[in-house]
């Protein structure tokens, strides 16, 4: 059974600073992985979507990588700003019978002013 | 717009009142599914519809049922609630299961 798990938990920077955040999955048999942000009381909102295929995927200040190999996805943020705190879920779409999706715990992000 | 709508967004009930979230969709997306978030747990998926007429079960279906009778809509059905169904649910809807997916706000549900 797939497991997704996130590093770390939570995060506190200063303004300005790139960023690296980490997602790992068990059964690499994926179809892609999606990155979302999610705001205290909001719902998702898609940040980058990665096909199996692909090895990165990249928008504005962010971008993010696949290892299939390794069972790991990193979203990096550059220049981070304080709009972009939120928490942040990486997704992973199983290529089995079941196309069912299993999200990770999130990292809570908090961009200081 | 294109969006995924959800009713109600909040919503208090008692143990045992059946009761209905609907979920709709206006971008004709043939995959459609329905989330609950809780915390510790993160967000766990319940059941999926990958088109009109077909829906199969996620990770935490039990106590759970769906419809898919039309594309749009995709109501979540809880026959008879009890207090461990209290969560944050999201609908969600793309293209097929393998392109972005877009979420609604969330209906947060409290059974007592």
């Known amino acids: 059974k797939q497991e997704v798990t996130q590093i770390p938990a939570a995060l506190s920077v200063p303004e300005g600073e790139n960023l690296v955040l980490n997602c790992s999955f068990t059964d690499s048999a994926i179809y892609n992985l999606q990155w979302f942000r999610q705001d205290p009381g909001k719902g998702l909102t898609s940040l980058l979507l990665i096909q199996s295929s692909q090895r990165e995927q990249t928008s504005g200040r962010l971008n993010a990588s696949l290892d299939k190999s390794s069972g790991r996805s990193t979203l990096y943020i550059a220049a981070s700003q304080p709009g972009d705190s939120a928490t942040y879920l990486c997704a992973a779409l199983g290529r089995g019978l079941g196309q069912n999706f299993v999200f990770g715990p999130g990292t809570r992000l908090s961009v200081l002013p | 717009e294109a969006q995924v709508t959800q009713n109600p967004r909040y919503l208090i009930t008692v143990t045992g009142k059946k009761l209905t979230v609907t979920c709709s969709q206006n971008?004709?997306?043939?995959?459609m599914s329905w989330y609950r978030q809780d915390p510790g747990l993160g967000l766990r998926q319940i059941y999926y519809?990958?088109?009109?007429?077909?829906?199969d079960k996620g990770d935490v279906p039990e106590g759970y049922k769906v419809s898919r009778k039309e594309k749009r809509n995709f109501p979540l059905i809880l026959e008879s609630p009890s207090p461990n169904q209290t969560s944050l649910y999201f609908c969600a809807s793309s293209f097929a299961s393998y392109n972005e997916q877009f979420f609604g706000p969330g209906t947060r549900l409290t059974v007592l």
């Open positions: 519809s990958m088109n009109v007429e077909v829906t």
């Open positions: 971008m004709n997306h043939e995959y």
